[in-house]
């Protein structure tokens, strides 16, 4: 596991696979747009559920704010293409299945390293992280918490 990134941190560019096997490429949005980039354990569990149709509702007001989210976990394209359709996810969805990005950020596993976290992270135009929100048990909070970031990098 890699040295957990901390606030102020560079973010890494990587390209991972979307739900439709296509090769998204972080550098195509860094600088461009404030990203916003959660980290979950596993499609279709209830707390997972539970937070990415959080952030598909709160999705419209990241676009007003000039944000792009993206969920991620070592789940199959195929597996984030079904959880997609299923619940009308309208952000974009990659695939970690070898969690070398997960690693690249030292996302932290909860329960022994049984569980991946669940970790969101806001990075700001200038490609740093201005905001990481680290909680297993509030899957909903992560967008509050992101909001509130994205808002304060507007203002500054």
């Given at each position: 596991?890699?040295?957990?990134?901390?606030?102020?941190?560079?973010?890494?560019?990587?390209?991972l696979p979307d739900s439709h096997g296509k090769e998204v490429?972080?550098?195509?949005?860094?600088?461009?747009?404030?990203?916003?980039?959660?980290?979950?354990?596993?499609?279709?569990?209830?707390?997972?559920?539970?937070?990415?149709?959080?952030?598909?509702?709160?999705?419209?007001?990241?676009?007003?704010?000039?944000?792009?989210?993206?969920?991620?976990?070592?789940?199959?394209?195929?597996?984030?293409?079904?959880?997609?359709?299923?619940?009308?996810?309208?952000?974009?969805?990659?695939?970690?299945?070898?969690?070398?990005?997960?690693?690249?950020?030292?996302?932290?596993?909860?329960?022994?390293?049984?569980?991946?976290?669940?970790?969101?992270?806001?990075?700001?135009?200038?490609?740093?992280?201005?905001?990481?929100?680290?909680?297993?048990?509030?899957?909903?909070?992560?967008?509050?918490?992101?909001?509130?970031?994205?808002?304060?990098?507007?203002?500054a």
């Amino acid at each position: 596991m890699s040295q957990a990134l901390q606030i102020g941190n560079q973010c890494p560019k990587f390209s991972l696979p979307d739900s439709h096997g296509k090769e998204v490429h972080m550098e195509s949005f860094l600088g461009k747009k404030i990203l916003v980039l959660f980290f979950y354990p596993k499609d279709d569990t209830p707390g997972c559920t539970k937070e990415a149709c959080a952030f598909r509702d709160a999705y419209a007001d990241f676009v007003d704010l000039g944000c792009e989210v993206f969920g991620i976990s070592s789940d199959s394209a195929a597996a984030h293409a079904a959880f997609q359709t299923k619940h009308g996810l309208s952000y974009t969805l990659l695939s970690d299945q070898q969690k070398k990005v997960r690693q690249l950020f030292g996302v932290p596993g909860n329960l022994f390293g049984l569980i991946p976290g669940r970790v969101t992270y806001v990075i700001g135009l200038d490609q740093k992280i201005a905001g990481i929100f680290n909680s297993q048990t509030n899957p909903v909070g992560h967008i509050e918490e992101a909001i509130k970031v994205v808002r304060r990098l507007l203002t500054a």
